[in-house]
T-cell receptor
Framework: DAGVIQSPRHEVTEMGQEVTLRCKPISGHNSLFWYRQTMMRGLELLIYFNNNVPIDDSGMPEDRFSAKMPNASFSTLKIQPSEPRDSAVYFC?????????????FGPGTRLTVL | SQQGEEDPQALSIQEGENATMNCSYKTSINNLQWYRQNSGRGLVHLILIRSNEREKHSGRLRVTLDTSKKSSSLLITASRAADTASYFCATENFLTGGSYIPTFGRGTSLIVHP
């Protein structure tokens, strides 16, 4: 298995533009997590899916952020409109199921820069 | 929700020395996990210790858990330059509906000088 795949790896955009980040989970993993990492705030959980259903989106900063998981092999995180303060590294991680003994497998991340 | 707090924030040592990082948390846990993040990469799972375990080993890694003090430590013995990375502890948070999700601290940045 290739692991968790994220695209693009780097994204530079201008303020106000729509940004779509993509994630392909490890086959068979039922839980998918979107994180944002910055120097100031560390690693923040944005949203968590289980069996393609959003379970907890309390970490999504505001309505400009939305996430979908239309099927077990694909998820998107969209920011519309983007702002400079959205600049961060966005990680997708997956696990077999949400149990407390399951490790998470992280993708390589998407480094987003909003000018 | 609770979040593990790593200490120290940064650690700089010479190759061959041991590195010790600590994690403290606030509420009872079922398990605690340690992850490593190399610069520009995603986090990689290192080891999981359950609440009924006091110590666990994996290669040069030794993890201890003291539930009475609500703390854990990660010891890397005979460190190598390749151990340079950030290290995170993750405690689980219980969500309504029966799900547990790991919550990460801010990490300890370890630099091992060759």
């Amino acid at each position: 298995d290739a692991g968790v795949i994220q695209s693009p790896r780097h994204e530079v955009t201008e303020m106000g533009q729509e940004v779509t980040l993509r994630c392909k989970p490890i086959s068979g993993h039922n839980s998918l997590f979107w994180y944002r990492q910055t120097m100031m705030r560390g690693l923040e959980l944005l949203i968590y899916f289980n069996n393609n259903v959003p379970i907890d989106d309390s970490g999504m900063p505001e309505d400009r952020f939305s996430a979908k998981m239309p099927n077990a092999s694909f998820s998107t995180l969209k920011i519309q409109p983007s702002e400079p303060r959205d600049s961060a590294v966005y990680f997708c991680a997956t696990s077999l199921n949400p149990g407390p003994h399951n490790e998470q497998f992280f993708g390589p991340g998407t480094r987003l820069t909003v000018l | 929700s609770q979040q593990g707090e790593e200490d120290p924030q940064a650690l700089s040592i010479q190759e061959g020395e041991n590195a010790t990082m600590n994690c403290s948390y606030k509420t009872s846990i079922n398990n605690l996990q340690w992850y490593r993040q190399n610069s520009g990469r995603g986090l990689v799972h290192l080891i999981l210790i359950r609440s009924n375990e006091r110590e666990k080993h994996s290669g040069r890694l030794r993890v201890t858990l003291d539930t009475s003090k609500k703390s854990s430590s990660l010891l890397i013995t005979a460190s190598r330059a390749a151990d340079t990375a950030s290290y995170f502890c993750a405690t689980e948070n219980f969500l309504t509906g029966g799900s547990y999700i790991p919550t990460f601290g801010r990490g300890t940045s370890l630099i091992v000088h060759p």
